[in-house]
């Protein structure tokens, strides 16, 4: 008896604490809930977008140096590039298929042009496509002219090959001209990504007209990661780990978390990594997956979004 009613008692004291935590717990929940309500559509609380990176068919041949100082073809090094348009891309729209997620090509023109059908797939699983040069190639070198009509090349490639209209860009190595953006925006793009300075889309004046930015990221970047002698495991538990948080802060503010993925780099371990990842997220309220467009376009229309005097 003695036994049974301090069973009881203990029972009781469980019962109430737990009543106590699920109270707090709910009371913090709504909390959240409704601060996250300004801070992105829809009452998510954190928005996360990918980026898938194609560029397979858009660099020059690969050349090797021999003993005798002259350059031979390396085909070698020409397999790589095709693992992309072979394994990779295939592999990551199923997993993004598995996962219900659209995420962004950026993508080259002459990727486009090499591989059609594969561009063409790629939106019509019904991602975004957005534009990774025309050939694989810096352009911050490029006079006005020539750049002009690389940018221009680069959308009418892949709106030939894909039917989409590219609005986002991404520059090799992430660089650009000081021209890069007006000629963009001439061009009909309404954001990029290369830029690394805050965890949530901003708008800045190019040309005198509003153009929105939606930054990236270098650490959860896969080329970072894993040419850096990173693996799988720790690419999954990196990405947690800032999904984590980024989470937390986004109770009390507007926060993004980007990630980027490259075509001949998505091996299989390093698929499956990310995969988890998705997953990990998935279980978690209020997390939003969306394409660059879907954050520019919030960018542009909110009153709420970040408005800086100048771009840089
Ligand atoms: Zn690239």
Not at 192 to 212: C, L, M, Q
């Amino acid at each position: 008896m003695g036994d049974k009613s301090g069973n009881l008692g203990v029972d009781r004291r469980a019962l109430m604490g737990a009543a106590a935590v699920g109270a707090a717990a709910l009371a913090q929940s709504s909390n959240a809930k409704a601060a996250a309500k300004a801070f992105w559509p829809n009452g998510a609380r954190l928005a996360i977008a990918l980026s898938m990176v194609v560029e397979t068919g858009a660099d020059p041949a690969s050349v090797t140096k021999g003993p005798d100082g002259k350059a031979y073809p390396d085909l070698y090094a020409a397999t790589g590039a095709q693992y992309a348009s072979k394994e990779g891309i295939p592999r990551m729209l199923d997993m993004f298929d598995r996962r219900k997620l659209k995420v962004t090509a950026m993508i080259c023109g002459k990727s486009c042009e090499a591989y059609p059908a594969l561009a063409k797939e790629i939106a019509q699983r019904g991602h975004e496509m957005g534009a990774h040069g025309y050939q694989h190639d810096v352009q911050y070198n490029m006079d006005r002219d020539t750049e002009r009509t690389f940018i221009q090349n680069a959308r009418d490639s892949i709106e030939k090959a894909t039917g989409q209209r590219p609005v986002g860009w991404n520059g090799r190595g992430q660089l650009r001209s000081a021209n890069t953006l007006e000629l963009a925006q001439e061009a009909g793009f309404i954001y990029h990504i290369d830029d690394v300075s805050r965890d949530e889309p901003f708008v800045a004046p190019v040309n005198g007209k509003p153009f929105a930015v939606v930054p990236y990221t270098n650490h959860l970047n896969d080329f970072s990661y894993f040419n850096n002698h990173g693996v799988g495991p720790g690419f999954a538990a990196e990405l947690k780990y800032e999904f984590d948080a980024l989470y937390a802060e986004g109770a009390t503010r507007r926060r993004m978390m980007v990630v980027t993925m490259h075509d001949a780099l998505s091996r299989a371990s390093r698929v499956h990594a990310f995969e988890e990842f998705a997953a990990y997220a998935q279980k978690h309220t209020g997390v939003w997956f969306a394409k660059g467009a879907d954050l520019a376009k919030w960018a542009l229309e909110s009153p709420d979004s970040i408005k800086e005097a100048k771009m840089i």
